[in-house]
């Protein structure tokens, strides 16, 4: 299996940054995507940021400009580092991953890492 751990979640003001961690672990697997998502009380999980080795990462239009996801593959972390932060950004963040292991591929979660805003 591949087990994710995220961190970084906080109480930030509006306009203020947060970075998020989410780091990869497990034995013999190989990552295809890794990404974040995002719930916020009420919602449905949306999708915020994805990042894949050789391509564009794909952003959220209401995150955009704001938000950037990056890799480090030799650690088998994705970062997601948030500036300008809005209220409506609160949420619970959850960190993807889409690997193979053991010749399956399949889609493994993080347990999440709450993102509050507020003044």
């Known amino acids: 299996q591949v087990q994710l751990v995220e961190s970084g979640g906080g109480l930030v003001q509006p306009g203020g940054s947060l970075r998020l961690s989410c780091a990869a672990s497990?034995?013999?697997?190989?990552?295809?995507?890794m990404g974040w998502y995002r719930q916020a009380p009420g919602k449905q999980r949306e999708l915020v940021a994805t990042?894949?080795?050789?391509?564009?990462?794909n952003y959220a239009d209401s995150v955009k400009g704001r938000f950037t996801i990056s890799s480090d593959n030799a650690k088998n972390t994705v970062y997601l580092q948030m500036n300008s932060l809005k209220p409506e950004d609160a949420a619970v963040y959850y960190c993807?991953?889409?690997?193979?292991?053991?010749?399956?591929?399949?889609?493994?979660w993080g347990k999440g890492t709450l993102v509050t805003v507020s003044s």
């Open positions: 990042i894949t080795s050789g391509a564009m990462p």
């Open positions: 993807k991953c889409n690997a193979r292991w053991v010749g399956v591929l399949g889609d493994y």
């Open positions: 497990g034995s013999d697997f190989t990552i295809n995507e």
